[in-house]
């Protein structure tokens, strides 16, 4: 895998979902590198066109990338709903567009700004999609510091086999809401709802990665250009 090529996968899919937003919208902004294109790209839209839109980031990194970019942002005691949000994926599947997200940190707010979205578009490139969800990457799981080894063994409990995310100085990494990330590996999964209904009792845990309901559609680059995943009909 050529990585500028794989950057440029990221680049068009950013591209194309940013021709999705509309006059007036308040679109949610994910956070990522394949977001950060499209955050790049709607910024452009907004200058060339004109457009007015409000967005609502879900990390600092991406309200500090719009507002070094001029895009206008807004909050939720502004904005009941949002009209559309892009944002990645570190894993895709195929057919249901169930999601892995969260190894970029921003897990809780993705999952607060897709919960409150009419519509929720996933850009990726083509490496992040899978016949079945956990053959890629680990469910992140956001914790509370207080009792973080009791929650980790209960996740060592549902079969996670959790590991502790560590920052660069080796020091436990932090969210933007001051709390910790137990990364837990459970593998290809044959029925990811019941492990998240599980993840979703786990006391101690803020929020788990798994986004089974939220994206509508996926555009995805590759070698033959952005293609557009449906979700199939239940």
């Not at 509508?216 to 979700?231: D, F, M, Q, T």
Request: proline fraction near 4%; charge should be neutral.
């Amino acid at each position: 895998m050529d990585p500028a090529e794989q950057q440029q996968w990221k680049k068009a899919a950013g591209e194309a979902a940013a021709k999705l937003v509309e006059n007036g919208m308040v679109v949610g902004l994910g956070t990522g590198s394949t977001a950060s294109f499209f955050v790049t790209a709607l910024a452009e839209r907004i200058a060339r066109d004109r457009l007015r839109v409000r967005g609502i980031p879900t990390s600092e990194k991406t309200a500090e990338q719009a507002r070094r970019l001029r895009s206008p942002l807004t909050d939720f005691a502004a904005c009941a709903q949002i009209d559309l949000t892009v944002d990645g994926a570190d894993e895709i599947e195929t057919g249901s567009l169930h999601l892995i997200k969260g190894h970029g940190g921003a897990l809780l707010r993705e999952k607060i700004v897709a919960a409150a979205s009419k519509r929720m578009v996933i850009i990726a490139d083509e490496t992040k999609i899978s016949a079945r969800l956990g053959s890629l990457v680990a469910v992140p799981v956001e914790v509370v510091q207080f009792g973080w080894e009791a929650t980790q063994r209960r996740l060592a409990e549902l079969g996670g086999n959790p590991v502790l995310r560590k920052s660069e100085n080796g020091q436990p990494y932090l969210t933007d809401g001051g709390h910790y990330i137990v990364d837990c590996a459970f593998g290809p999964m044959e029925n990811p709802k019941e492990i998240a209904h599980h993840l979703d009792h786990v006391v101690g845990s803020v929020e788990h990665g798994m986004f089974l309901k939220y994206a509508s559609e996926a555009y995805v680059g590759g070698r033959g250009g952005v293609a557009i995943l449906k979700k199939n009909p239940a």
